[in-house]
């Protein structure tokens, strides 16, 4: 496009004013982000001064295969998938649910969209205390409720897959309030035409749903899910907040920053190890590519065929 | 309405229309769900207003004779207005230099102005799949000799790849003849930029600049990574060792807790449509 600002020495100024934010993106961004593969080959530890040396595929091959940490770290895989899994189908199909019925003429409906999306902004640190509290085992709220049914629960202080389950729970009530804004976005798009069309062909309710709202809404559905699977692979401050690094709970970007960073707690202690951290974030890198990328796939078909 | 809709109502076929049971239903389902995200909050906010005994001895009994001092002893105690001043300076010197920096990345873009700027801006927008920075990031800042330091501490939040694709979608709505004008009356390309383009993308601006704000002011990996020293803290951080020390004393955490949500809660309300429309940019038109 034509450039009116003058000519000669001028003409470098838009370059000149573009260089400090692209050079900060560089060096705070992307080449890091890039050097992570050099040091996934390296035995970089976090301490000031120490020798790096090349290691070749050492930290792969012990990541991924050496003993019981290898173990360890492959449940650590797995638990993200699971965690993945379940925030992604729950927070999706309760946001869809809340946006349709927020979608129709009801009183308060500004209220209640406040209300569920409020957490967004409050927070992995807010959130977990809030949570923490009202999940306080000794007679809190929740567990007065469970009472009424004769069930009782330490909560997040229970057996790992149960303490697990319940910040699959609140990563959920923090986050379901984004895929419902995106949603109620994506309904909003749609023309009254349409559903009084379907009206006219004597369609009913789960009809309407299906063959207009759902196609429809396509857009919004493939945002959702692809923010949902990617954010929840990724996700793990509420496992900081809530539970700290306990065995049987953790997930890998937590075992990313405990090994790398050195995270005590009980009897677990682990040490700055940074070549082996930075492969465990390439592992993560290429789950997460591998992951999207087959969704992007899937949708991607999916959107043809219902376009035509 | 339609006539065909008033000759239908007794066929399940309006959707959403008919008052009965569907709109009972989702006024139930509705309510069920405020309760699952008041009922924390109201927890926290009755647990603030109670003494640590009576807590105790019932944690879910009404605060039926409000005790305030919680509060004073959390403000003092946590160490508050030192971490919120840590935290407001990170917040305000990050955003401020990404925005100013991020308008000058962005419009070039926006406008072609720049050789490459299709490429330039793929690059920004990469980093979104890129592998995790936090180990060479984290090496930068320690040979740097930022590590444990605020200014190391804030570089880490100067870049942000979201907000440059919100501000050059933005940026091309702007007619581009103002620029061919502006130019004939001899503003200059920053001035330009600064004085007339700035002011004519403050939704794009706000969005971004609540976005990136909220995403420093609630961070708590970086500040545990980065900076050990506590008089560096910020808020989140200072929260964290706060309830390592009073866990156990649930009316005082909670009423530091309810110190720190309530504003955030107060300027949610002020803020929530400029959030809204960040996170819904693009998502509509796939």
Redesign the interface.
């Known amino acids: 496009?034509?450039?009116?600002?003058?000519r000669g020495r001028?003409r470098w100024?838009?370059?000149l004013?573009?260089l400090?934010?692209?050079i900060?993106?560089f060096?705070?961004?992307?080449?890091?982000?890039?050097?992570?593969?050099?040091?996934s080959f390296t035995d970089?530890t976090?301490l000031?001064g120490a020798p790096i040396n090349w290691v070749g595929l050492d930290n792969y091959n012990e990541f991924l295969f050496l003993g019981q940490a290898a173990r360890d770290n492959l449940n650590a895989v797995g638990r993200t998938l699971v965690f993945c899994f379940f925030v992604t189908t729950i927070q999706f199909g309760i946001g869809l649910?809340?946006a349709i019925?927020?979608?129709?003429?009801?009183r308060?409906r500004n209220f209640?969209r406040?209300?569920?999306?409020?957490?967004?902004?409050?927070?992995?640190?807010?959130q977990g205390?809030?949570?923490s509290?009202?999940l306080?085992p000794?007679?809190?709220?929740l567990?007065?409720f469970l009472g009424i049914f004769g069930l009782r629960s330490e909560f997040l202080g229970a057996q790992p897959t149960e303490a697990f389950a319940w910040v699959i729970a609140i990563q959920i009530?923090a986050n379901m309030g984004?895929t419902m804004?995106?949603f109620l976005?994506?309904l909003q798009?749609i023309s009254e035409d349409y559903?009084?069309a379907a009206?006219?062909d004597?369609?009913?309710?789960w009809q309407?749903?299906a063959n207009v709202t759902w196609p429809l809404l396509?857009?919004?559905v493939?945002?959702?899910l692809l923010l949902n699977v990617i954010g929840s692979l990724?996700a793990w401050?509420l496992f900081?907040?809530l539970l700290g690094y306990r065995n049987g709970t953790q997930v890998l970007g937590y075992l990313?920053?405990a090994t790398?960073?050195g995270q005590t707690s009980g009897s677990m202690v682990t040490s700055f190890r940074?070549g082996y951290?930075?492969a465990a974030?390439?592992v993560?890198?290429v789950l997460v590519?591998v992951i999207?990328l087959s969704l992007q796939y899937i949708l991607r078909r999916r959107?043809a065929r219902l376009m035509g | 309405m339609?006539a065909?809709?008033s000759l239908?109502t007794r066929?399940?076929?309006?959707?959403?229309r008919r008052v009965g049971w569907?709109?009972i239903g989702?006024?139930a389902?509705?309510v069920v769900?405020?309760i699952?995200?008041?009922?924390?909050?109201l927890?926290?906010v009755n647990?603030s207003l109670r003494t640590t005994p009576s807590f105790m001895r019932?944690?879910?009994a009404l605060a039926t004779q409000p005790n305030f001092e919680n509060f004073a002893e959390a403000w003092e105690k946590a160490n508050f207005p030192q971490y919120l001043l840590n935290s407001a300076l990170y917040t305000v010197s990050a955003t401020a230099i990404y925005v100013v920096?991020?308008v000058?990345?962005a419009?070039?873009?926006a406008?072609?102005?720049?050789k490459r700027s299709g490429l330039?801006l793929t690059?920004?927008v990469?980093?979104l799949?890129?592998?995790?920075?936090?180990?060479?990031?984290?090496?930068?800042i320690?040979?740097l000799g930022l590590?444990n330091n605020p200014v190391g501490y804030i570089?880490?939040f100067?870049?942000n790849?979201i907000g440059?694709v919100i501000l050059v979608n933005y940026i091309k709505t702007v007619p581009?003849e103002l620029?061919?004008a502006?130019?004939?009356d001899g503003?200059?390309?920053?001035r330009?930029?600064w004085s007339i383009v700035l002011p004519l993308i403050r939704p794009a601006l706000a969005t971004v600049i609540v976005l990136h704000a909220?995403g420093i002011?609630?961070?708590?990996?970086l500040p545990?990574?980065y900076l050990t020293n506590s008089n560096y803290y910020p808020i989140?951080r200072g929260?964290?060792v706060f309830?390592g020390v009073y866990g156990s004393d649930?009316p005082v955490?909670?009423a530091a807790?309810l110190m720190?949500?309530l504003p955030?809660?107060i300027?949610?309300?002020f803020?929530?449509r400029y959030?809204?429309s960040g996170?819904?940019a693009g998502?509509?038109?796939?």
């Not at chain 1, 961004?29 to 050097?35: C, E, F, V, Y």
């Not at chain 2, 799949?129 to 930068?140: D, E, N, S, T, V």
């Open positions: 496009m034509t450039y009116h600002f003058g001028t100024l838009p370059y004013l573009l400090p934010g692209l900060a993106y060096v705070v961004a992307l080449g890091p982000s890039l050097a992570t593969s050099v040091y970089a976090g000031p649910l809340v019925v927020l979608n129709q003429k009801l308060g209640f406040t209300l569920y999306f409020m957490p967004v902004i409050l927070g992995a640190v807010i205390l809030i949570w509290l009202f306080y000794l007679g809190g709220p567990s007065q009530w984004t804004i995106i976005a994506g798009t559903y009084e009206r006219i004597g369609a009913n309710h309407v749903f396509t857009p919004s493939n945002t959702n990724q401050q900081l907040v990313i920053y790398g960073f940074q951290a930075a974030s390439i993560m890198f590519l999207g959107e | 339609s065909t809709t239908k066929t399940p076929s309006q959707p959403f569907g709109k989702s006024y389902f509705l769900m405020a699952i995200y008041l009922g924390p909050l927890m926290l647990t019932n944690a879910t920096t991020a000058f990345v419009f070039p873009i406008r072609g102005y720049v330039l690059l920004f990469i980093a799949f890129l592998p995790p920075a936090l180990i060479p990031q984290f090496q930068l320690l040979r590590y570089l880490l100067i870049v790849p440059i581009k620029d061919e502006a130019a004939l503003c200059g390309y920053f330009f930029v909220i002011w609630n961070e708590i990996i545990t990574i989140t929260l964290i309830q649930w955490l909670a807790v720190l949500t955030m809660v300027l949610f309300l803020l929530q959030i809204v996170l819904t998502s509509v038109k796939g």
